[in-house]
């Protein structure tokens, strides 16, 4: 993301965005398929689900299907029109453009809260306000969930973003630069990771409690529970 925090909002949003997930490899595709899935144990029948950094809604129709009610927040206008399409024939999801660092929901007003993909750099916004913020909006026992890259997924990471640099979504691969979990391009674009450690450092003075999970040798979860 360029310094002014807006890359995925101004250049890798809409169709730009889906183009991202079209040509994902298949070891990346089964990283994403288990990111799903592990965000999908945690959700019952009937919770109300928040998700952070939506996109053009992704994975809101997995979610939809088992959760009461979908909503999704992101900054980019484009990727939301996007999502009001390809969702429109399901009921229980709602799509809104917010700051995930500035909710204007309630407090505890959803069961479970979700930023995956690595949302927690990507954002690049105040990664403790932005937990902080989830927890508020999270109900008494409910779960807030956090995902960033494996240090076992570093391959697999950097060829999904060179192919994306074929494509011309993103800027040339500066391989001078480029290492230890951090993928900088020619144009600005960085692209950093959250390590257990540093999950755990953030998490340290909130009302709950946080467990760091490796999924598919893929994922570094952060699983926190709100406490009652």
């Known amino acids: 993301m360029t310094a002014s925090g807006d890359y995925y909002s101004d250049k890798l949003s809409a169709e730009r965005l889906e183009r991202v997930y079209e040509i994902a490899p298949p070891r990346v595709r089964q990283y994403l398929d288990a ?3 592990f965000v999908l144990e945690r959700v019952q029948p009937g919770d109300a689900v928040l998700e952070l950094g939506c996109g053009y809604g992704r994975i809101i129709p997995a979610l939809a299907e088992k959760a009461g009610k979908v909503v999704g927040v992101d900054t980019s206008e484009a990727s939301l029109e996007i999502a009001r399409e390809l969702l429109c024939d399901i009921g229980n999801c ?26 927690i750099s990507a954002f690049h916004v105040n990664q403790k306000q932005l937990i902080n913020e989830a927890v508020r909006v999270c109900k008494a ?13 570093w391959e697999h990471r950097l060829e999904w973003f060179e192919l994306q640099a074929g494509e011309g979504l993103l800027g040339e691969v500066d391989y001078s630069k480029t290492g230890d979990g951090v993928i900088v391009c020619m144009d600005g674009f960085t692209a950093t990771t959250v ?8 998490t340290v003075g909130i009302a709950a409690r946080a467990e760091i ?16």
Not at 217 to 227: D, K
């Open 195 to 202: 390590s257990a450690e540093e999950f755990r450092a953030l």
């Open 213 to 228: 999970v490796e999924v598919d040798e893929s994922s570094l979860f952060c699983v926190i529970t709100r406490q009652r």
């Open 35 to 37: 990111e799903v899935s």
């Open 141 to 153: 026992g409910g779960s807030v969930l956090f995902s960033s890259y494996s240090e076992k997924f």
């Open 94 to 119: 709602e799509l809104m453009r917010m700051d995930a660092v500035a909710l204007e929901f309630a407090d505890n007003a959803f069961d479970v809260v979700i930023c995956i993909q690595n949302g």
